[in-house]
């Protein structure tokens, strides 16, 4: 049995190599998981740095069995494993059972109610944390809306986050996947589903052009805060500056509903993934701080207020890496503030996540 507290499952994917990464900055002893060593071993290799770093590589069998096996005696465990709507529920369970934290980096909604449902008491109980989102999507703006919520008269919440880049094979098999699903937005303290197949032209602070954004499977936003008495409404769009490719995941949607939806669930993830492959076929170059940018901003909005918090940063995806690490660094040290289903946030505070961010990468917040 491995003495280290850390597992990063999924760790020979891209977005799993790049926890790994932050680990080792934070000089965190770790255990690089998959299913194939010699994947795991080829990505470990191009990791910046890694003959510093201190870890363990572990070949497991992706069941709850032999994941529980692993995690037992490990204290923080991060996911990267996807899509999660497929294989997420082992791991959330495993981690369950070996009694350890958990967090990842989806923003499969349907993925994100089950785990909630079948296992927050369970995790909740036992002083651990149930942290799905825990990603460049999803974190910067559950920074964005603790700072504006900080006025206690907003009680309504947009959302916007804003990529330049590509997304990671494994985004692409997501976003697809979540077409099988409905994106919820919160409407009045009730979850109610985005119209499908549109998308929607936004004005993101900073950018001249407006964008195109899409649901993108609806985001975590209004599942957190649906369980906040500050607030009865949240609505989240994503965009990458890539209007063409965004143009094209909206017909394909269209396609999906006009074509695909009808099929048995078995051939509508073949065809969902034939398309996904033939977007993104591969692992993306690793991203170029003056190239791949991004802003996530709110705008929290009152009965006579308006308060919008935009935060300026940049590599996403390595972002992605960096607030998955600090999350379980704080985990290591600290009892959460919460405990359950809740976000990175909720579980550490968002001075916290803004303030390890602040540590890695260059960030401008602006608030008005």
Known sequence: MSDKQVVVYGASGYTGRLVCEFLREYQVPFIAAGRNRQRIEEAMAKVPGIETADYDIVEVEHSVAALTDLFTGCQVICNTVGPFDYFGDAVVEAAANANCHYMDTTGEQAFMLEARDKHGDAYKAN?????????????????????????????????????????????????????QAENLYLENNQLVPWEKGRGFEVAAPGKMMTQLAH????????????????????????????????????????????????????????????????????????????????????????????????????????????????????????????AGFVSSCQAAGHEYMLGAIKKFLPVQVDVY
């Open 215 to 338: 649901p993108w499977g609806g985001g975590s936003l209004p599942l957190w805060l649906q369980q906040d008495h500050r607030v009865h409404s949240c609505r989240q769009l994503t965009a990458f500056t890539n209007r063409p490719m965004f143009e094209q995941l909206i017909e394909l949607q269209k396609h999906y509903e006009d074509n695909l939806k009808q099929l048995p669930k078995e051939e509508q993830e073949k065809a969902l993934s034939e398309i996904a492959d033939g977007m993104q076929p591969g692992m993306p170059p690793r991203e170029n701080k003056l190239v791949h940018r991004s802003t996530d901003f709110v705008h929290g909005i009152g009965s006579g207020v308006r308060r919008t918090c935009a935060i300026h940063t940049t590599v996403p995806y390595q972002l992605t890496g960096l607030v998955q690490a600090a999350l379980a660094v704080y985990l290591l040290e600290e009892a959460p503030r919460k």
């Open 127 to 179: 002083g651990k944390i149930l942290a799905p989102s825990t990603a460049y999507m999803y974190t910067p703006l559950d920074i964005a809306a603790s700072i504006v919520l900080e006025d206690q008269s907003v009680d309504a919440i947009e959302a916007g986050c804003i990529a330049s880049g590509i997304p990671t094979y494994g985004s692409t098999q997501t976003i697809f996947s979540m077409f």
